[in-house]
Nanobody, 119 residues
Framework: QAQLVESGGGLVQPGGSLRLSCAAS????????MGWYRQAPGRQRELVAS???????NYADSVKGRFTISRDNAKNTVYLQMNSLKHEDTAVYYC?????????????WGQGTQVTVSA
């Protein structure tokens, strides 16, 4: 079994920055892709950014140039640096990781962290 724990959400003014963290723990053999998703009220969950183990990244068009995903494989942690935040970035942000444990290989999700962009 594995668990993902997110941190770093909060309230920020438009134009501000936040850094989200997601740490994986448990009986982990290997972590493959890690990524961040978000879900705003009344909308479907959408991919924000993802990273392979080797560091190849992918971003939603809406966040390109403003958000940066990075990971520390030694710490089983993925980060999302969010700059120039806009009202429309307000959402619950979820971490997702594809993890191989002793028992299985599957996707795990974090509990979510609220990001609110408001003056």
């Amino acid at each position: 079994q594995a668990q993902l724990v997110e941190s770093g959400g909060g309230l920020v003014q438009p134009g501000g920055s936040l850094r989200l963290s997601c740490a994986a723990s448990g009986s982990i053999f290997r972590i493959y892709n890690m990524g961040w998703y978000r879900q705003a009220p009344g909308r479907q969950r959408e991919l924000v950014a993802s990273s392979t183990t080797e560091g190849t990244t992918n971003y939603a068009d809406s966040v390109k140039g403003r958000f940066t995903i990075s990971r520390d494989n030694a710490k089983n942690t993925v980060y999302l640096q969010m700059n120039s935040l806009k009202h429309e970035d307000t959402a619950v942000y979820y971490c997702k990781a594809s993890i191989l444990t002793a028992a299985e290989f599957r996707d795990y999700w974090g509990q979510g962290t609220q990001v609110t962009v408001s003056a």
